[in-house]
C-alpha cells in the first residue's frame, strides 16, 4: 500500500485527524541535499521509488542520496549502472550493497518477494547481451517482479527459442535483448501473445553501429505487440516490464 493510501485509511479509520493527514500531505515532495534533488514523492506519483543511476556520480554524492531515501522510509534501493570500485567504497562507507557484476548495477536493502505466478521472461540473443538483459532482470526484480531468464537463444540457431515454447506463451511480458540485426524480438514477437520490450543492444560489428542497426530493426519489427526501449536500456525495459506485470496481474485478481 502506497503512502498516501495509508494516510488515508488512517483518516476513514479516525486513527488520525484531518490536520495531521493535511500535515502528512502537505510534507516537502523532495530533499535538496546540493548536489542532487532526491524526489521523496516518486513512489506517491508512480508507484516505485527513485531509481539511483550510478555512473557519473561518486561514491560519496551515491551514499548521500542512499541516506537521505533511507530516513524517508525507503527499504530497498537499485543503484544502475554501478562499477565494483564504487560499490566496495560504499561499503567501506558502511552501506551494505549487494553488487550484481553481470548487471552493473547494485541492491541496498533486500529484494522484495514476488506475489502470484506471473513472470517475466528475458531472453538474449547471445551471451554477449546478457549484460543488458541482467539490468534489466534485476530492475523488474527488485520492483517485485518473478523473472525467467531465457539466454542465448538468437535466431542463428532457432531451435533454441522453439525448445522454451511454454515459457514463452507463459510469461505476462517478455523482454528481448539483442545486438546484431535484432531479429529477436520479432521471432518472439510473432510468437507471444504478450508484449514483448526490444532492448537492442551495442553488440555487433562495425556496421551494426554501436547498436543503431538493431535499434532500427526493432523499430520496424512486423510483429505486433513489440515496442522498443534506447540501447543498452536494461533499466528501461525492466522498469516498463514491471509496469505491465503488474497491470497484468491486477486485472487477473479483479476477474477472480
Same mark, same amino acid.
Given at each position: 500500500?502506497?503512502?498516501?493510501?495509508?494516510?488515508?485509511?488512517?483518516?476513514?479509520?479516525?486513527?488520525?485527524?484531518?490536520?495531521?493527514?493535511?500535515?502528512?500531505?502537505?510534507?516537502?515532495?523532495?530533499?535538496?541535499?546540493?548536489? /542532487?534533488? @532526491?524526489?521523496?514523492?516518486?513512489?506517491?506519483?508512480? $508507484?516505485? &521509488?527513485? #531509481?539511483?543511476?550510478?555512473? %557519473?556520480? +561518486?561514491?560519496?554524492?551515491?551514499?548521500?542520496?542512499?541516506?537521505?531515501?533511507?530516513?524517508?522510509?525507503?527499504?530497498?534501493?537499485?543503484?544502475?549502472?554501478?562499477?565494483?570500485?564504487?560499490?566496495?567504497?560504499?561499503?567501506?562507507?558502511?552501506?551494505?550493497?549487494?553488487?550484481?557484476?553481470?548487471?552493473? /548495477?547494485? @541492491?541496498?536493502?533486500?529484494?522484495?518477494?514476488?506475489? $502470484?505466478? &506471473?513472470? #517475466?521472461?528475458?531472453?538474449? %540473443?547471445? +551471451?554477449?547481451?546478457?549484460?543488458?538483459?541482467?539490468?534489466?532482470?534485476?530492475?523488474?526484480?527488485?520492483?517485485?517482479?518473478?523473472?525467467?531468464?531465457?539466454?542465448?537463444?538468437?535466431?542463428?540457431?532457432?531451435?533454441?527459442?522453439?525448445?522454451?515454447?511454454?515459457?514463452?506463451?507463459?510469461?505476462?511480458?517478455?523482454?528481448?535483448?539483442?545486438?546484431?540485426?535484432?531479429?529477436?524480438?520479432?521471432?518472439?514477437?510473432?510468437?507471444?501473445?504478450?508484449?514483448?520490450?526490444?532492448?537492442?543492444?551495442?553488440?555487433?560489428?562495425?556496421?551494426?553501429?554501436?547498436?543503431?542497426?538493431?535499434?532500427?530493426?526493432?523499430?520496424?519489427?512486423?510483429?505486433?505487440?513489440?515496442?522498443?526501449?534506447?540501447?543498452?536500456?536494461?533499466?528501461?525495459?525492466?522498469?516498463?516490464?514491471?509496469?505491465?506485470?503488474?497491470?497484468?496481474?491486477?486485472?487477473?485478481?479483479?476477474?477472480?
Amino acid at each position: 500500500m502506497n503512502d498516501i493510501k495509508q494516510i488515508l485509511l488512517e483518516l476513514h479509520n479516525h486513527n488520525i485527524t484531518v490536520e495531521d493527514a493535511y500535515l502528512r500531505l502537505k510534507e516537502k515532495p523532495f530533499e535538496d541535499i546540493g548536489y /542532487a534533488k @532526491v524526489d521523496l514523492h516518486r513512489k506517491l506519483r508512480q $508507484g516505485v &521509488s527513485e #531509481v539511483i543511476y550510478g555512473e %557519473g556520480k +561518486t561514491p560519496e554524492q551515491i551514499a548521500g542520496i542512499i541516506n537521505v531515501m533511507t530516513a524517508n522510509g525507503q527499504k530497498t534501493i537499485l543503484i544502475t549502472r554501478l562499477s565494483q570500485e564504487k560499490s566496495d567504497a560504499l561499503k567501506i562507507s558502511g552501506l551494505n550493497i549487494i553488487y550484481h557484476p553481470d548487471a552493473r /548495477a547494485g @541492491v541496498y536493502g533486500s529484494i522484495p518477494q514476488p506475489e $502470484g505466478n &506471473s513472470f #517475466v521472461l528475458v531472453a538474449t %540473443g547471445g +551471451t554477449s547481451d546478457i549484460p543488458v538483459a541482467e539490468e534489466a532482470a534485476l530492475t523488474a526484480e527488485v520492483l517485485g517482479c518473478r523473472v525467467k531468464r531465457l539466454y542465448d537463444v538468437g535466431v542463428a540457431g532457432l531451435h533454441r527459442i522453439l525448445s522454451h515454447i511454454d515459457d514463452i506463451m507463459s510469461a505476462s511480458v517478455i523482454i528481448a535483448a539483442a545486438g546484431m540485426e535484432g531479429a529477436l524480438a520479432s521471432v518472439l514477437g510473432g510468437l507471444a501473445d504478450c508484449p514483448v520490450i526490444a532492448v537492442p543492444t551495442s553488440v555487433g560489428y562495425g556496421a551494426s553501429f554501436g547498436g543503431v542497426s538493431a535499434l532500427l530493426a526493432m523499430l520496424n519489427s512486423c510483429a505486433s505487440g513489440v515496442s522498443v526501449v534506447n540501447i543498452d536500456n536494461g533499466f528501461g525495459a525492466g522498469y516498463l516490464a514491471s509496469m505491465i506485470d503488474r497491470i497484468r496481474t491486477e486485472s487477473c485478481v479483479k476477474h477472480t
